[in-house]
Nanobody
Framework: QVQLVESGGGLLQPGGSLRLSCEGS????????MSWYRQAPGKERDLVAS????????RYADSVKGRFTIARDNTKNTVYLQMNRLKPEDTAVYYC?????????WGQGTQVTVSS
């Protein structure tokens, strides 16, 4: 079965950096686009960044452009989200997502808290 496992979240101060990882299994990882979403308390889950199957195309939410970078290593079945210059408003649970045959699959999420 499809599984996505995120890791790398934590508590850090504004201006800091963090790298999230999401390892996929149960599907042919190098065939599918991958995305990172986030959900802050009381808010909807929003798209942060996406990357196509081979890593050549990426897109970002305006709020993270220039600060976050999505990348993937298909040899490790892993997608990453490098987050720099973090702000308190980046505080959220971060999820990775894959869509396979119109079915969405989500990881369990990893908490990122940015606070002084």
């Amino acid at each position: 079965q499809v599984q996505l496992v995120e890791s790398g979240g934590g508590l850090l101060q504004p201006g800091g950096s963090l790298r999230l990882s999401c390892e996929g299994s149960g599907f042919t990882f190098n065939m599918y686009a991958m995305s990172w979403y986030r959900q802050a308390p009381g808010k909807e889950r929003d798209l942060v960044a996406s990357i196509n199957y081979n890593g050549e195309n990426t897109r970002y939410a305006d709020s993270v452009k220039g600060r976050f970078t999505i990348a993937r290593d298909n040899t490790k079945n892993t997608v990453y989200l490098q987050m720099n210059r973090l702000k308190p408003e980046d505080t959220a649970v971060y999820y990775c997502q894959v869509i396979i045959l119109l079915q969405e699959y989500w990881g369990q999420g990893t908490q990122v808290t940015v606070s002084s």
